[in-house]
């Protein structure tokens, strides 16, 4: 698939955004098998501003039609839990000195993906929520990594339909981040929009 065509591609999988999302089947979780309702969007993480365009247009379409939902924007809680613990100026102060795998390693206490989960599920009340949104994957990856934070939500979310705006390759059983980052990062999702083909190893072709 050339760029054109892939550009082409995301639109109609943006355009498709919004029905889905608002549809009975999705809200109600209906149709899983019994799975747990967590979906992902994958995209080029060259089309981020595209993305976030888009997700700024639903949100005000959900605001405006009322609908009961809550965005979570992992960059937002993390700055958040950084203020909390006072550490955030001595974060930026690591990042720009020791790169983006020392600040890893120094907070891996402070930031494991249960305590992130479990700060998102106290903050939120999801009791009336009828879907979760979830966005700033690639803002606070390494330090928050996309299949953890899904899976330690398992718990707290495992009623509610949960879409995670993913910049990178979802091939149905892995993630790879920015789609140039080889991983072993298995996590069993459904895709939201699926693309219009796959190849063998179920990358967009």
């Keep these: ?15 498709a955004i919004y029905d889905k ?21 994958d995209y080029p993480p060259e089309a981020e501003k595209r993305v976030q365009e888009e997700i700024k247009s ?17 960059f937002d809680i993390l700055v958040e839990m950084l203020k909390k613990e006072e550490i955030l100026e001595d974060a ?3 990042q720009k000195k020791e790169g983006n795998e020392a600040l890893k390693d120094a907070l891996q206490g402070t930031l494991s993906q249960e305590y992130v989960a ?53 091939t149905g059983l892995d993630l790879h981040p920015f789609g140039v980052i080889e991983s072993s990062n298995y996590y069993r999702a459904f895709e939201f929009i699926p693309h219009e083909k796959k190849n063998r190893k179920g990358r967009s072709t």
Excluded at 1 to 15: A, G, H, P, S
Excluded at 21 to 41: H, M, Q
Aim: glycine share 6%; with cysteine.
């Design 92 to 94: 930026f102060e690591m």
């Design 118 to 170: 479990s700060f998102i599920a106290e903050k939120l009340d999801f009791s009336k929520s009828e879907f979760v949104i979830i966005t700033g994957v690639g803002s606070c990856w390494p330090l928050i990594r996309g299949h953890n934070i899904l899976n330690a939500l398992h718990a707290p979310l495992s009623k509610i339909p949960v879409l995670m705006f993913y910049p990178g390759d979802y």
């Design 21 to 41: 999302l608002t549809n009975v089947d999705f809200i109600d979780s209906k149709r899983l098998s019994g799975e747990i309702g967590f979906y992902i969007f």
């Design 58 to 74: 639903i949100i005000s379409k959900l605001d405006k039609n009322k609908y009961s939902y809550h965005h979570i924007d992992l």
């Design 1 to 15: 698939m050339n760029k054109v065509q892939k550009i082409r591609e995301l639109e109609v999988r943006l355009d």
